[in-house]
């Protein structure tokens, strides 16, 4: 039977170990807490990425600077023309989310018509929302916010959009566009050639 020292060296012993445990599980439990909160870090900072990737699918190239949002406002001088303006924007927003139009369609027109007031802001955001639906199918987005930024003098960032319109859908139209701004702006810079997807008519010869 222990002596009261060993019984004392063996509470001791176990009073030891036990803290000793505890301060291992407690140093486990810290290190889980940390590991779950640089995951928590990394998860969220993905899904606030992809937010803002989201909500802002093209952003201005960094080389551009834009002074000012204004446009030029056609309905000036025109406060009917203007009125009517606001209120197809108004009901144009009151159809997102339903059937007869998509949300695209929907937001290329809400950016025309804020265009149509000088509005360069609006029109970027709601050109930005168009894209955030569909930026690899179709290009009407793609050449309006070329456009935009073209007026607005951010000319990079024109450069990069009407370039995508054609890419996307080598159509005259946006060909044209793209080769007009580029003569004006890059005139160093080489056009479009055939091999990066001329769509001039071309006439195909049979060998007799």
Not at 67 to 71: A, G, N, Q, V
Not at 148 to 152: I, K, P
């Given at each position: 039977m222990p002596n009261f020292r060993t019984k004392y060296t063996l509470f001791s012993r176990y009073v030891i170990l036990g803290h000793m445990e505890n301060d291992?599980?407690?140093i486990m439990s810290?290190?889980?807490v940390v590991i779950?909160?640089?995951?928590?870090?990394?998860i969220g900072g993905g899904i606030w990425f992809g937010f803002l990737r989201e909500e802002n699918p093209f952003p201005i190239d960094s080389r551009d600077t834009i002074?000012?949002?204004?446009?030029t406002n056609i309905y000036a001088d025109n406060p009917e023309g203007a009125q009517r303006v606001k209120e197809n924007i108004q009901r144009f927003k009151e159809e997102i989310g339903k059937k007869e139009n998509t949300e695209y369609e929907l937001y290329v027109s809400i950016a025309n018509e804020y265009?149509?007031?000088g509005d360069g802001k609006q029109s970027y955001n709601y050109l930005q929302k168009?894209?955030?639906?569909?930026?690899?199918?179709?290009?009407?987005?793609?050449h309006n916010i070329g456009i935009?930024?073209?007026?607005?003098g951010a000319i990079h960032s024109a450069r990069t959009a009407l370039r995508s319109a054609y890419e996307i859908q080598p159509l005259p139209t946006y060909k044209m566009a793209y080769e007009r701004f580029l003569a004006e702006y890059f005139p160093d810079e080489q056009l479009?050639?055939?091999?990066?997807?001329?769509?001039?008519?071309?006439?195909?010869?049979?060998?007799?």
């Open positions: 291992q599980i407690h810290t290190s889980h779950w909160i640089i995951v928590a870090l990394i002074t000012s949002w204004e446009l265009r149509l007031l168009a894209l955030a639906v569909d930026n690899d199918r179709t290009s009407v987005a793609w935009v930024l073209r007026d607005l479009l050639s055939p091999a990066e997807g001329d769509v001039s008519d071309t006439q195909t010869t049979t060998d007799n």
